[in-house]
């Protein structure tokens, strides 16, 4: 299953407990828009509590790979991004190196070496980041993934090929895979979305989103 998430009913999903960042991480997920913020406003994917993020900003149509105690990130070109369709998102960081990678649809579109800082726990947010009012997303996401490592770009391909069917766990630490009910179900209980990891850093609901079809299923049908 996916989760599909409401603008207008503050939709989201966030971790039980504090999620803490590795000094060097990749973050993987699914994302399908139904519409774009609008007016200069930005939807917010996934967002730590006080640091990383990947989110949509309307005000330049570009996707952002950053980190936010130090405003440096990476940013993509303008308008990669087309409603109604299934888009895969990676960002990368390494606090070593100081880079921020960013692909979409297993294509590198960003990058920077300019980090300037290590990233801090914090809760985890899903269509939404938790230290701010504004930013939930109009749409469905899926298959959420973090690492304790960076990603390659062979790795991060695969990932996108093979749509969750392929076995890259090495360095994996929480998988989410929304699939705790039906389709049009409502989303609802302390810690309902679960942690397919030994990491057992379970989400619970805010606004009451819902269950939607997987991009997974969709993508074998396709098939």
């Not at 503050?10 to 960042?21: A, C, E, G, R, Y």
């Not at 973050?27 to 406003?41: D, E, I, N, Q």
């Not at 899903?126 to 899926?142: C, F, K, N, V």
């Not at 392929?166 to 049009?184: C, K, N, Q, S």
Request: include cysteine; glycine fraction near 10%.
């Amino acid at each position: 299953m996916a989760a599909r998430f409401t603008k207008a009913s503050n939709q989201w999903l966030q971790t039980v407990s504090s999620f803490t960042p590795p000094a060097e991480g990749s973050v993987s997920f699914w994302a399908k828009l139904t519409s774009f913020p609008g007016a200069s406003a930005r939807y917010r994917f996934v967002g730590n509590q006080t640091d990383f993020e990947i989110a949509y900003y309307d005000v330049d149509n570009t996707i952002r790979y950053q980190f936010l105690t130090t405003g440096a990130g990476a940013v993509s070109a303008a308008d990669l991004l087309s409603l109604e369709v299934w888009h895969h998102f990676v960002g990368t960081y390494s606090t070593i190196t100081d880079a921020v990678v960013g692909y979409l649809d297993g294509v590198q579109v960003a990058t920077t070496t300019a980090i300037g800082g290590t990233p801090a726990a914090g809760i985890l947010g899903i269509g939404h980041a938790i230290w701010t009012s504004e930013g939930w997303i109009d749409g469905e996401m899926d298959e959420v993934r973090t690492y304790d490592r960076v990603l390659s770009a062979d790795e991060v391909q695969a990932i996108h090929i093979c749509r969750g069917s392929d076995e890259i766990h090495f360095g994996l630490t929480h998988r989410w895979l929304m699939r705790e009910g039906a389709p049009g179900v409502t989303i609802s209980g302390v810690g309902v979305v679960k942690d397919l990891t030994h990491g057992g850093l379970n989400m619970s609901p805010n606004g009451s989103p819902v269950f939607a079809e997987s991009v997974l299923v969709q993508r074998r049908r396709a098939a």
